[in-house]
């Protein structure tokens, strides 16, 4: 395959970004996410054995979710995540070596901007979606004034300091979807916790982009 792969249409647009999980966890995690709702699991690549853990949760439910890496920063990263059936591909940055390999292997990509020109040179590059971020820095607001010069239909995601709270915020602005990280996932949390998290975040997303909730 060649060409980075558009953006999905997931039921919700939401991303657990599992930074600092574990493999031996990785199965269980993943599952409450999944069973909550979820259909996007990025695995930050600064995470233990994160290769692992990516091919563990991919061969479980690659067929139905999205799953993938984190703080991708090298074409040999890119590679290793293919090896490991990852399908996401999502960095902090713009490297148009990075994202040339990852169209290699017709991947999904979210690249981090933070600006016009950076936002304008990651659509240039082929990226999939946007990652703004950090978002709470930019703003709601911000991103908004932002996505004003972008090509219409470009996919914008805000990641980085954003929870269930910020939804309406957000959506008021145009942007629905989200990466969410520490407000679901830290490592060392029960996965219980996790999977409560898990489902608050969808309820949330339901009553502000469905007007749904369920109880």
Known sequence: MTGQAAWPGLNRGLVAILRGLEPGKALETAQALVDAGFEAIEIPLNSPDPFRSIETVSNAFGERVLVGAGTVLTPADVDRLNEAGGRLLVAPNIDADVLARAGEHGMITMPGVFSPTEALAAVRAGASALKFFPASVIGASGIKAISAVLPAGAVIGAVGGVSELDFETYA??????????????????????VAARARKAVQAWDAVFTGTLEV
């Not at 008021?172 to 916790?193: C, K, Q, T, W, Y």
């Open 172 to 193: 008021a602005n145009g942007i629905r979807l989200f990466g969410l990280g520490s407000s679901i996932f830290r490592p060392g949390m029960e996965v219980a916790d």
